[in-house]
């Protein structure tokens, strides 16, 4: 079965870049069909997606983040990372990372990681 | 975006009752492969979402028969026939037939 895992700092300060990775196991992340995917959730809020990004490469980002948004791969670890740059305390969430399927259904999730930003 | 928009907000039943959340969309999810792509998903407390149901009506790999899903176009529901302990939490749907995906508001279950 499919795990994900998201590692990163969680204190970031105002102004930084918030940087994130989640390790896949237990499935390659070059495997055809999946897309790996940012979402993040503001405290007893509901969920807001972020982006994704494919094995080759290719990217997705919601409009609403896409300026300071930069999602990578590394195929040979497995990994896949998020970059949130000039963030602000609005940026405080927790960020999960998560499998797409054919870029329709989310299907497996990690854990999730609280980030707050403050100073 | 497609606006997903849940009622109720939250919903308190005794177990064993049977318990609906709607769920309505902005504009219509049928896709033109025939496709209709509507999600719901369970998020337990101190837990990341976990899938039910996919397009619809078709029950995730696990997925108790308790719970089932039903809808077209713009309007969907979700129902859990015997609510259990176990189905605490915030039900969330989500579409993906449109950049970028979007999910309701939430209804929270819990038991009476």
């Known amino acids: 079965q499919v795990q994900l895992q998201e590692s990163g700092p969680g204190l970031v300060k105002p102004s930084q870049t918030l940087s994130l990775t989640c390790t896949v196991s237990?499935?390659?992340?070059?495997?055809?069909?999946?897309?790996w995917s940012w979402i993040r959730q503001h405290p007893g809020k509901g969920l807001e997606w972020i982006g994704y990004?494919?094995?080759?490469?290719?990217?997705y980002y919601n409009p609403s983040l896409k300026s300071r948004v930069t999602i990578s791969v590394d195929t040979s670890k497995n990994q896949f990372s998020l970059k949130l740059s000039s963030v602000t305390a609005a940026d405080t969430a927790v960020y999960y990372c998560a499998r797409v399927l054919r870029l329709r259904q989310i299907d497996y999730w990690g854990q999730g990681t609280l980030v707050t930003v403050s100073s | 975006d497609i606006v997903m928009t849940q009622t109720p907000l939250s919903l308190s039943v005794t177990p064993g009752q049977p318990a609906s959340i709607s769920c309505k969309s902005s504009q219509s999810l049928l896709h033109s492969d025939g496709k209709t792509y509507l999600y719901w998903y369970l998020q337990k407390p101190g837990q990341p979402p976990q899938l039910l149901i996919y397009?619809?009506?078709n029950r995730f790999s696990g997925v108790p028969d308790r719970f089932s899903g039903s809808g077209s176009g713009t309007d969907f529901t979700l129902k859990i026939s015997r609510v259990e302990a176990e189905d605490v939490g915030v039900y969330y749907c989500?579409?993906?037939?449109?950049?970028?995906?979007?999910f309701g508001g939430g209804t929270k279950v819990e038991i009476k």
């Open positions: 397009e619809v009506s």
């Open positions: 989500m579409q993906s037939i449109q950049l970028p995906p979007t």
């Open positions: 990004i494919y094995y080759s490469g290719s990217t």
């Open positions: 237990g499935g390659s992340i070059s495997s055809g069909g999946y897309y």
